[in-house]
Each structure stands twice: as structure tokens, then as C-alpha cells.
């Protein structure tokens, strides 16, 4: 069973880093892309960055220059280390991960952790 969970949100002054973390099990995470996804209340949800399995990353406009995806493949954990907070990156945080199953049919499965509530105000 795939699991998915976050931790490391919280209140943070404008200006101020947090680092996320999103532990992962039930998959062969060195194989899998993981990408950080967040959603502000009344908004959509929206990829915010993606780390492929060989480490190449991408980000959303909005946050680059400020936020670091990484990941620890013998931790089978995905960071985002957020600096330069502003209040509009209030959100909550999910990681998400897409597994492809290949059988006499391709079929992708995706799966999203709990999320992390991040809040920026002073």
C-alpha cells in the first residue's frame, strides 16, 4: 500500500523558510517522480515543483528562486525547502507520486499524502 505523508509546516513570519518533508512507502522510490502540490483556500490546486527519478526539477513561476525540491533516495523522502516566505504561499502542501502499472493495459495511478497546512502572516 502506497503512503504518502508530510510534515514540517506551521506559522511562519513573512520572510521567514520552512522545510517540508514527504516520507514515502509502498513504492520503489528511486524510480518515481514526486512532485509538491498546494491548494489556498477558495483555490485551485497547483504544482508547485516536480523532481524526476534522476534528480532534474522544476518549478512554478511563482516560486522560483525561492523554493528547493530535493530528495533522499535512501530516506525514500522529497523535500521542499521554502525560503523568502510571503503570505500568498499560504496553503495547504501536498506531495503527490504517479505510479504506472503496465499489464496487457497501461494504467497510471496517482497518490497524495494528508498535506501540511503552511501559513505565513505576521
Known amino acids: 500500500q502506497v503512503q504518502l505523508v508530510e510534515s514540517g509546516g506551521g506559522l511562519v513570519q513573512p520572510g521567514g523558510s520552512l522545510r517540508l518533508s514527504c516520507a514515502a512507502s509502498g513504492i520503489i522510490f528511486s524510480r518515481n517522480a514526486m512532485d509538491w502540490y498546494r491548494q489556498a483556500p477558495g483555490q485551485q490546486r497547483e504544482l508547485v515543483a516536480t523532481?524526476?527519478?534522476?534528480?532534474?526539477?522544476t518549478y512554478a513561476d511563482s516560486v522560483k528562486g525561492r523554493f528547493t525540491i530535493s530528495r533522499d533516495n535512501a530516506k525514500n523522502t522529497v523535500y521542499l525547502q521554502m525560503n523568502s516566505l510571503k503570505p500568498e504561499d499560504t496553503a495547504v502542501y501536498y506531495c503527490?507520486?504517479?505510479?504506472?502499472?503496465?499489464?496487457?493495459?497501461?494504467?497510471?495511478?496517482?497518490?497524495w499524502g494528508q498535506g501540511t497546512q503552511v501559513t505565513v502572516s505576521s
Open positions: 523532481i524526476t527519478s534522476g534528480g532534474t526539477t
Open positions: 503527490k507520486t504517479t505510479t504506472v502499472v503496465i499489464g496487457t493495459t497501461i494504467s497510471a495511478y496517482d497518490y
